[in-house]
């Protein structure tokens, strides 16, 4: 990677970053609130229907996004050929969401899916308004504008949310709060975007880049298959209230690393289209990207899986006891789920598409049985072992098809990876001491989370600084790639790498 495309992509990823920790903060921030002033049975209810309105919405776009970032040329008439082909397809979801919505409702057994599925079908219509526009935002890597708009939905959506939820409004606290994200992303995407709608409308010319949407797209639903396949069984054989725990317990787990993920898949996707025919520089890239995210995510899971007894009696109560289970499980399995959607990028980005779907497809027969065998013999401990056991096997499928096209070693991979979890487990370690000797002492729970956290921090800082040589060089090439001066690293801990 050339060093100004290398700059570039860094600042791509302050910018998310930045915009990513602050829509972090008011995230968790209304999710503790909430999980205070609604019940899980409000959260079972939610979590059914975005289930739904998750699967439909891969059909909303048909993938098109995806392709005018993976095409280096396009016409007019092929973009504007697209955006008629989203609004189209959208608002033929939309009327089939609301026609399916009491069928879908008996299906779960649930006659309040019924209204709650068919207004959230609203944002159908708005997302075909926004795929365009901000597809040419990922293209031309305008990822400050794309992470200023994201934290915004996030503080429209929290606001709502919250204010609804203090009203009891329970279920449609969270209804609201989604649909009000959804018009503040569609308005300014498109008003942000310099591209507007014009004639003609090719939709002949754009039927080249919806075929290889729907390859993506078919990947994408096999994903969500296997992926949601839990929820869907869990709703279905196990009922709302234990949807509600598990979603709550899947929702804490993937904030550190779907956040973190997010942003740096967001700018992954050009950067390996850009590098699709340099595979030496696509392998080393994906090489540090991976590890990249590894230490931001890696100590985050670790620590909350050490902390969860503390973390879940404090921030969440009494009520959420039984989240401890499937909470610890998807802890484990987010250091898995937290680097492979850069390997599925790979894929899309070097033209790959159709491998994808068909590795998307076994992973979504083998989740779904497996999933039903284990809430079928052990309820949300058996799909919990099931996230711990088989995504596993599943994920390394997805190595070995990545490493195939790249011509990157399996053993390469794992490698980088391997400091990075050797200095979290290290820290975890540490960290159940510490549990340990504040509970001999009987300390109040807060101040025995507290005590975990900042030591677990401070733990892994000196792993990273005195046994991790590469990440200190990393985080210092970052941050000059970033703009810092490269004379404000003389100094400790960055003079301490150099002279080893």
């Known amino acids: 990677m050339t060093d100004q495309l290398r700059s570039k992509t860094v600042k791509a990823v302050g910018y998310l970053s930045l915009g990513s920790a602050l829509g972090k903060v008011f995230s968790l921030g209304t999710t503790l609130i909430l999980a205070r002033l609604l019940t899980p049975e409000d959260y079972g209810l939610m979590a059914m229907s975005m289930i739904v309105i998750d699967f439909i919405g891969f059909f909303n776009e048909v993938g098109i996004g995806s392709a005018i970032v993976q095409k280096k ?25 609301i026609i399916a919505s009491p069928f879908i409702a008996d299906f779960f057994n649930t006659p309040h899916l019924q209204l709650i599925i068919s207004i959230l079908a609203i944002a159908f219509i708005l997302g075909a308004f926004s795929t365009v526009p901000l597809a040419f935002l990922r293209k031309g890597m ?98 709302i209230r234990p949807l509600g725990i598990y979603d709550m317990a899947f929702s804490l787990a993937t904030l550190p690393s779907g ?14 289209s850009k590098l699709q025919h340099d595979l030496p520089r696509l392998s080393s890239v994906i ?66 598409a159709k491998k994808l779907s068909a590795y998307t497809a076994l992973c979504g027969i083998v989740m779904s049985i497996s999933v039903v065998v284990g809430a079928y013999f052990d309820g949300l401990r058996g799909v919990s072992l ?11 499928k997805l190595l070995y098809d990545t490493c195939k ?23 975890g370690g540490i960290v159940l001491s510490v549990r340990e000797i504040a509970l001999y002492f009987s300390l109040a729970l807060p101040i025995v989370l507290t005590l975990e956290i900042v030591i677990g921090f401070l733990s892994y800082l000196l792993w990273v600084i005195y046994f991790d040589r590469h990440g200190i060089n990393e985080i210092r090439q970052v941050m000059i790639d970033a703009g810092v001066p490269e004379n404000r690293f003389n100094r400790w801990p960055f003079v301490r790498e150099k002279s080893t």
């Not at 040329?73 to 089939?96: K, M, Q, R, W, Y």
């Not at 740096?264 to 996707?269: E, I, K």
């Not at 790249?406 to 979890?421: H, N």
Request: glycine residues 8%; contains cysteine; proline residues 3%.
């Open 142 to 239: 305008h990822f400050k504008i794309i992470a200023g708009v994201t934290l915004l939905s996030v503080i429209t959506n929290s606001l709502v949310c919250l204010a609804l939820a203090s009203m009891g409004k329970g279920v449609w606290s969270l209804v609201w709060g989604f649909i009000a994200s959804s018009v503040v992303q569609t308005a300014c995407y498109f008003i942000l975007s310099h591209w507007r709608p014009k004639k003609p409308y090719g939709i002949r010319e754009a039927m080249g880049l919806v075929v290889y949407g729907l390859h993506v797209t078919s990947s994408r639903i096999f994903w969500f298959a296997y992926s949601n396949a839990d929820k869907v069984i869990i709703g279905k054989l196990l009922g």
């Open 73 to 97: 040329n396009l016409t007019d008439a092929e973009v504007n050929g697209c955006f008629a082909i989203a609004l189209i397809s959208s608002t033929v979801l939309f009327l089939a969401t």
């Open 405 to 427: 096209i790249t011509g990157m070693r399996m053993f390469d991979y794992y490698k980088s990876l391997l400091p990075v979890l050797m200095g979290s487990l290290a820290m």
């Open 386 to 396: 099931v996230w711990v056991l088989i995504y596993p096997m599943l994920s390394a």
């Open 287 to 352: 090489l540090k990207l991976s590890r990249g995210i590894a230490y931001a995510t890696y100590p985050a899971l670790i620590g909350m899986l050490a902390t969860s007894r503390e973390l879940i009696a404090v921030v969440l109560g009494t009520k959420w006891v039984d989240i401890l289970i499937p909470f610890a499980a998807l802890c484990l399995m987010g250091l898995i789920k937290s680097v492979d959607p850069l390997l599925s990028q790979v894929l899309i980005a070097t033209g790959h």
């Open 259 to 272: 956040q973190i993920t997010s942003l740096v898949t967001n700018v992954a996707s050009p950067l390996f």
